[in-house]
């Protein structure tokens, strides 16, 4: 995902690169986020990741 991306477009790209297909509707079923999918990285970065189903 890239920054400043929505999830539906973000979803959108990646089903065009990976099969060729075109979307015109997504529905979000599920937004996955909890403190476990934290990161901090060695260099001082974190993150917070979420998953979009």
């Known amino acids: 995902m890239e920054i400043g991306n929505s999830f539906e477009e973000a979803a959108q790209k990646e089903l065009y690169e990976e099969t060729g297909l075109i979307v015109q509707e ?26 979009a189903i």
Do not use: H, M, Q
């Open 26 to 51: 997504l529905k979000l079923v599920r937004l996955a986020s909890r403190k476990e999918l934290y990161y901090k990285f060695p260099y001082g970065d974190e993150i917070y990741n979420a998953t």
